[in-house]
C-alpha cells in the first residue's frame, strides 16, 4: 500500500533561518510523483514544490529545496531565509503515475519566530 | 483565473439537514475530487471523478453523493448530515497526464450540530 509518512506534527524556526521538514513514503512503484504543499490560515491549499521520481536532481523553487531520497524513500523539504509569511501547516503528498490517487501526510506546522 | 471555485464557504447544518456542496472549475480538467480535512488526519479522498458523467468512491465515501454532469461541475452531497461530518471540504481537479498538479479549492467549512 501507498503511504506518506510526516513524523513531525510541528516544527519552529527563526526568521532569517533555515528549516527542514521530513517526510517519508512507502511505495513498490518506481514511477511517481511526490509533491509538498502549503496550507496558510486561509486554509488555501498551496503547491510549493514538485519533484518527479525518475529525475535524479532535486526540484528547488527560489527558497524552496528537496532532498529527495529515492533509494531511502525520503522526501524532505527545506526553507531557506524563513519568513514570515511561511508560517503555515504543510503537506507531503504521493501520485503514482497514471493513477488518480494522491495520498497525503498529516501534515507538520511550521511556526516562524520573529 | 478562478480556477477551483467552491460554494458555499461556510455553511451550519442541523442533524439530519441535506445540502450540497458545488465544486466549478475553468481549466478544463478532467479530473476532480472532494477531500475532507480534519484535524490531524489530513486529506482524505471522499469521491473523485475522471470525466464528464462518471464518479467513483474514494477512502471515506459513507453518507456522500456526487454527480458530475458537467465537465467543469463536481457535486458533493449530504443526504441527512450527521455531526461527524463537521470537517472542511476540499474540492481539486487536475488535468489527465502523469503527474500533473492537483489544483485545490479554498475550501469550505460544514458544521453540522
Known amino acids: 500500500a501507498q503511504t506518506v509518512t510526516q513524523s513531525q506534527p510541528e516544527m519552529s524556526v527563526q526568521e532569517a533561518e533555515t528549516v527542514t521538514l521530513s517526510c517519508t513514503y512507502d511505495t513498490s512503484e518506481s514511477d511517481y510523483y511526490l509533491f509538498w504543499y502549503k496550507q496558510p490560515p486561509s486554509r488555501q491549499m498551496i503547491l510549493v514544490i514538485r519533484?518527479?521520481?525518475?529525475?535524479?536532481q532535486n526540484a528547488t523553487e527560489n527558497r524552496f529545496s528537496v532532498n529527495f531520497q529515492k533509494a531511502a524513500k525520503s522526501f524532505s523539504l527545506k526553507i531557506s531565509d524563513s519568513q514570515l509569511g511561511d508560517a503555515a501547516m504543510y503537506f507531503c503528498?504521493?501520485?503514482?503515475?497514471?493513477?488518480?490517487?494522491?495520498?497525503f501526510g498529516t501534515g507538520t506546522r511550521l511556526k516562524v519566530l520573529a | 483565473n478562478a480556477g477551483v471555485t467552491q460554494t458555499p464557504k461556510f455553511r451550519v447544518l442541523k442533524t439530519g439537514q441535506s445540502m450540497t456542496l458545488l465544486c466549478a472549475q475553468d481549466m478544463n480538467h478532467e479530473y476532480m475530487y472532494w477531500y475532507r480535512q480534519d484535524p490531524g488526519m489530513g486529506l482524505r479522498l471522499i469521491h473523485y471523478s475522471v470525466g464528464e458523467g462518471t464518479t467513483a468512491k474514494g477512502e471515506v465515501p459513507d453518507g456522500y453523493n456526487v454527480s458530475r454532469l458537467k465537465k467543469q461541475n463536481f457535486l458533493l452531497g449530504l443526504e441527512s448530515a450527521a455531526p461527524s461530518q463537521t470537517s472542511v471540504y476540499f474540492c481539486?481537479?487536475?488535468?489527465?497526464?502523469?503527474?500533473?498538479?492537483?489544483?485545490f479549492g479554498e475550501g469550505s467549512w460544514l458544521t453540522v450540530v
Open positions: 481539486a481537479s487536475r488535468v489527465f497526464s502523469s503527474g500533473n498538479t492537483i489544483y
Open positions: 503528498a504521493s501520485l503514482i503515475s497514471g493513477t488518480y490517487k494522491y495520498i
Open positions: 519533484q518527479e521520481a525518475y529525475k535524479q
